[in-house]
């Protein structure tokens, strides 16, 4: 990708910045590093605290706390293996909140730091978008832009009924702030990251109320996978699905959950319900374009262009893809089309969504779809009694996987599997490559290992492909050469 050409220089120059990012998260700080590539004149808006959602209330925190309950966990197993004494082990939660937000801290300051070496062109201030060239801050000073970049992230979403109830009411922003957590929980909303934190607060020893107002977990559609993730966390934490929780002050420290004829007492309720793109006050409004139901633009997903104006949008401000790796490539196009004389359309990456429970649990590619016809293929592998799995008592869950009918290519996969992380990636590998399940079946599996529990997957998913072929033996080579491993 070229630079802006002089013609294109020429018109910038009329205006005060190349480009203005508004948002210092991951997808504004990606954009940052592609425009800055191409010019220097350029600014970037952030209303503050700092630090990347991911960083800060997101991605590192929440894996630290899962990373503690998932090893105070395993004292359960201890027995089996013949280890003694996993009685007298307790989780010192204060010391286990005290380490996140230490190690949070570390990851933020990196951040930080980034923003911290622009200098003037790190702007403190909330924006207010005039036009599509043209940004107020805080009321006062005006900026105009070539290009407008708009990546203000999302906020964790409460229920105005539920925001009486005061502090009691945690979300992911305020849970990793509290210097110890109380004996009974309720977790509202069982998405990925709302399924995370319940198994994390319940491992960690807390008993556990979840409710969800309906029955996919994590995101997951496919049934077998749903249930085994359902079968995996109902063995730590009361589920209550399907109806939609109530919530009411039952006296100076308790709160009443109810659903249905369900009620229970807890301490204190994390609301996962979501997060909801941040442009309350923006000003999307005066940009001229049209607005949906939910006060969000049409966004072209390859450009990330808005219509036909200088202006693009990234990052977790698009709810339908509100992870970091996207975020990140978002902000590279958004960046990269910004100081484009004409923005380019982009492939994106094959679908990647991974939930870091225990067994984890991921989406990846085409998701799982109940009407489709037998033009898909699917096979799939329970875990009970796959070997490496056995061997460290992580013997539960199930694969899923979808092919075309005719000719094997890979499309999607659904899991929740120990080792789940690694097989969703060696998964969105081969779907981004455009494997077939017949090309797989000739790589190499180890033995004994988790991913033998994919291969028993694509052998059965083989059986529903039109014409497979069968799996070949080794390839044996004329002369004792690595030349002949082809």
Known sequence: MGAMQSGCMNQAAAYDYDVLIIGAGSAGLAALRAVRRHTQRFALIDAGPGGTTCARVGCMPSKLL??????????????????????????????????????????VAGVLQTTADLGTRAITGRARILDPHTVEIDGQRRLSTRSLIIATGSTPHVPDEWQVLGPRVLTTDTLFEQTDLPRRMAVLGLGPLGTEMAQALAH???????????????????????????????????????????????????????????????????????????????????????????????????????????????????PDRALLHEAADEGEIAGSNAVADHPRAYARRTPLAITFTEPSVASIGLPYDPHWTDEVAIGGVDFANQGRARTGLRNQGALRLYAKANGGELLGAQLCAPAGEHLAHLIAWAIARRSTVAELLDMPFYHPVIEEGLRTALRDLQAHVHEPRDTPGPHYCRQNSLDCLD
């Open 204 to 318: 960690l020893g807390l008993e556990v109320t979840a409710f969800h107002t309906n029955h996919h977990l994590a995101g997951l559609a496919d049934p077998k996978v749903n249930a085994a993730l359902e079968q995996s966390l109902s063995g730590s934490m009361h589920l209550q699905l399907g109806r939609m929780p109530q919530l009411k002050a039952f006296d100076a420290r308790a709160i009443t959950v109810g659903a249905g004829d369900f009620s229970t007492q807890v301490d204190a309720v994390l609301a996962a319900t979501g997060r909801r793109p941040s442009v309350c006050g923006l000003g999307l409004e005066n940009l001229g374009v049209a607005l949906d139901d939910r006060g969000l633009p049409d966004v072209d997903p390859h450009t990330l262009q808005l219509e036909q104006l200088s202006v693009f949008w990234a990052g977790d401000i698009n």
């Open 66 to 107: 899962l990373e503690a309950a998932h090893a105070f966990h395993r004292r359960h197993q201890f027995e089996a293996f013949g280890l003694r004494g996993a009685a007298q082990l307790h989780a010192d939660i204060p010391a286990v909140l005290q380490r996140v937000r230490a190690e949070r801290d570390r990851f």
